[in-house]
């Protein structure tokens, strides 16, 4: 018995040497293996829908009612993982690279118009086939969610703003509206110092653990697109669009607000705002996490939203 546990033993050091020696040695493939076995541990396939912008990625589980998760500027499909581990049980979701990011061909700098970019995630969920659906969003996302939500009642059931939107006019500046007056982008990133600091803007605390050869995947892909990320940056900034609180009126479906009260990207303050103007929305506003709540609090997060849908 002895000698068969120092075998079992012996065998778990070796096979844990080789992963250490092949996330050195082969890092890109190191990170796709232990990306495709995050996915699959979630009980999502992965999956290519064809579109008049090329390939879109996105990841698929769960049955019932169908729930979108949208991203935000320069965030990928896989942040949404953890956090759809509690819906998935009981919806099918689908966790969308948005057209133009993630593992997408990059498109022109007019294709990323908030405008544009809205009417390219219904011609992508039009070529999946969703016809109707409940809609989970971040950021840039977020927005995009509210006009579909206004813009097609039929089509969209309820709407989960995770982290916070933009274009909420908040009473206060945030701290990255301010830098962003000073004539700073401070969520693009050009070098693995950059990175670095980003992560200081999105977290108030330590950022979530990832293991190294998926950030390392990540920072390397994102430093390659540095000068279309400026590019985009821009487009998104200069979209002629309505403040969500302008539009809030119109949205008559469900919202439940979930706005980190640590968020440095835009003000908690903004919360209140877009609640008075919603005819039906549910506000969370928690502790001790920043701008990405599916990341840095995503069971708790995912439990809330499980909640909110449980109870439509």
Excluded at 8 to 29: C, D, I, T
Excluded at 65 to 79: M, N, S
Excluded at 165 to 193: F, R, Y
Excluded at 258 to 265: A, P, V, Y
Aim: charged share 20%; aromatic share 8%; with cysteine.
């Amino acid at each position: 018995m002895i000698k068969s546990l120092k075998y079992v033993a012996l065998g778990f050091a070796a096979l844990m040497g080789a992963g250490f020696a092949a996330s050195f040695l082969w890092p890109q493939k190191t990170a796709e293996v232990m990306l495709k076995g995050f996915v699959a541990s979630a009980g999502l396939s992965r999956h290519v829908v064809e579109t008049p912008l090329g390939p879109v990625h996105y990841l698929q589980g769960g049955e019932g009612e169908t729930v979108v998760f949208l991203h935000g500027i320069f965030a990928l499909k896989e942040h949404w993982v953890d956090m759809s581990r509690q819906i998935s049980g009981s919806h099918r979701v689908i966790l969308l690279d948005l057209p133009g990011f993630g593992e997408n061909p990059r498109l022109s700098p007019e294709a990323y118009d908030l405008n544009q970019q809205t009417k390219n995630v219904q011609m992508v969920l039009d070529a999946i086939g969703v016809e109707r659906f409940h809609v989970a969003a971040n950021s840039m996302g977020a927005h995009m969610a509210m006009v579909m939500a206004q813009q097609a009642p039929e089509r969209v059931q309820s709407v989960a703003l995770i982290g916070s939107p933009i274009n909420v006019a908040a009473p206060e500046l945030s701290d990255m509206q301010k830098a962003i007056e000073a004539g700073q982008a401070p969520l693009v990133v050009t070098s693995q110092e950059g990175y670095e600091a980003r992560m200081a803007w999105l977290f108030p605390d330590k950022p979530p653990y990832l293991p190294k050869p998926i950030m390392d995947k990540w920072l390397a892909e994102e430093v390659a697109h540095a000068e279309i990320n400026r590019e985009i940056w821009q487009a998104v900034g200069r979209s002629e669009v309505p403040n969500l609180e302008e539009m809030a009126p119109d949205v008559s479906q469900p919202v439940l607000i979930l706005w980190c009260q640590q968020d440095r990207i835009f003000h908690p303050s903004g919360a209140a705002v877009l609640a008075q103007a919603l005819p039906d929305s549910t506000v969370i506003m928690p502790e001790g996490c920043g701008h990405l709540p599916m990341l840095d609090r995503k069971r708790a997060s995912g439990k809330e939203y499980a909640e909110f849908l449980k109870a439509l």
